[in-house]
């Protein structure tokens, strides 16, 4: 089945800068790969999500790019600010199933 | 007009006990999901339905059953209730198999 390594699983940034993390995947099946933020007692929620046929996608000050011959993706956060402090999860999705990574922690200091 | 509700929010319960937990969807989606969240904040499917069709099933023990009475409900109900069980479920919903999947807000489970 699929597996997703996230990396880093704790990132503490200065309020303004960017955040970038990272995810591989094995299944070359994969097609469809979405991110996830989860505030402190909430589910997760959709941030940004990339389909195999592109590279690149991006949505005010997050982006996500995906190298499907290196089998990674990437999340980048810019200007980071305080209220982006969560958990982020990425996922790939293959064989009717999202296989998810085990987490980045982010913390944006003020 | 929530998307995807679950009831209860926090469940405290003994260990041997059985327990359901429900969850409803109103976006008109054909595809439901139930997932387990453990402490370390690992997020893995348990179950899937598409048309209340079971389409998935990873490796749950038999004392968990989820049920589907129509498209817009999956329920999953836990006979025997162990300590290892503790832990965070989540119902998630999608239009259709590898769409975009929302979450609900999770039903905290604490076995004592």
């Known amino acids: 089945g699929e597996n997703v390594e996230q990396h880093p699983s704790t990132l503490s940034v200065q309020e303004g800068d960017s955040a970038v993390i990272k995810c591989t995947y094995s299944?070359?099946?994969?097609?469809?790969f979405p991110w996830y933020k989860q505030e402190l007692g909430k589910g997760p929620q959709l941030i940004i999500d990339i389909r195999s046929n592109v590279g690149e996608k991006k949505d005010q000050r997050i982006a996500v790019t995906l190298n499907k011959t290196a089998k990674h993706f990437s999340l980048h956060i810019t200007e980071t600010q305080p209220e982006d402090s969560a958990v982020y999860f990425c996922a790939a999705y293959a064989g009717n199933m999202l296989t998810f990574g085990g987490g980045t922690r982010l913390m944006v200091k003020p | 007009d929530t998307a995807v509700s679950q009831t209860p929010k926090y469940l405290v319960t003994q260990m041997g006990n059985d327990k359901s937990i429900k969850c409803e969807q109103n976006?008109?989606?054909?595809?439901m999901y139930w997932y387990k969240q453990d402490s370390k904040k690992f997020l893995k499917i348990m179950f899937s339905?598409?048309?209340?069709?079971?389409?998935i099933n990873e490796t749950v023990p038999n004392r968990f059953s989820p049920k589907s009475p129509d498209k817009a409900h999956l329920n999953l109900h836990i006979n025997s209730l162990e300590l290892g069980d503790s832990a965070v479920y989540f119902c998630?919903?999608?239009?259709?198999?590898?769409?975009?999947?929302?979450f609900g807000p999770g039903t905290r489970l604490l076995v004592l």
């Open positions: 299944d070359s099946a994969s097609n469809y």
């Open positions: 998630a919903s999608s239009q259709d198999k590898g769409k975009t999947q929302y």
């Open positions: 339905y598409n048309n209340k069709e079971l389409i």
């Open positions: 976006l008109g989606h054909d595809t």
